[in-house]
């Protein structure tokens, strides 16, 4: 069933959300946004979703994107103004993503939850991470970017889990040998685009009137 518009079911915490929002709203593309309250997800997602985990993309004529790296990237095929896909560097681009995505991930969610992995201590599955923070630290210590002098697919998909790692213990953080890291950090945070994705919307409802994203265009 063709719809006005495509449907985003979106949280605004997530890191997965954060970086599909960011890519829709660097592409200028509108979609109909639906806030999500994770304990108590819509019908209407469970009808179109088995995982149901967001964000998740509902196109026009009813094809179903619930991955965040494809929904950036079907964004991105409609319109990249700042060349976030780069084509010349995009096998490095995908190889930072995925080292992200897999190992970081995995210990970021044992550093934030501790106490639900008590198999180790929170200063060791901090340290885990400090591998990958590391990485990081010295391409910025060669660039002002992940990848180069612009930013990329890998800054906007990778940041939004950093600055969850940040949260844990911002003091640690902030003091930590990481210091290009934290740069570029609060780069991207008081970016116009981190902060135009991160308005807060009401929990969707069946009844609501249309939401439509981005508000602003960048």
Known sequence: MLTEHPILYSFRRCPYAMR??????????????REVVLRD???????????????VLLLRNGKIIDESLDIMH?????????????????DDINQLIQANDGEFK???????????????????YRQKTEVFLAELESRLNKHAYLCGENNCLAD???FPFIRQFANVDLDWFESSDYQKLNLWL??????DCFIAIMDKYPAW????KTCIFPVVQL
């Open 186 to 191: 609060n780069q991207q945070i008081e970016s």
């Open 74 to 90: 079907w964004a991105l095929s409609l319109n990249d103004p700042d060349n976030w896909k780069n084509k010349a560097l995009i």
């Open 205 to 208: 409802q069946v009844d609501d």
């Open 156 to 158: 906007m998909a990778i």
């Open 20 to 33: 599909a929002r960011l890519a829709i709203a660097i592409s200028a593309v509108s979609v109909e946004l």
């Open 106 to 124: 995995y210990y970021l969610d044992r550093y934030k939850y501790a106490d639900r992995y008590p198999e180790h201590s929170e200063q060791y």
């Open 41 to 55: 997800k819509p019908q209407a997602l469970l009808d179109i979703s088995a995982k149901a985990t967001v964000p």
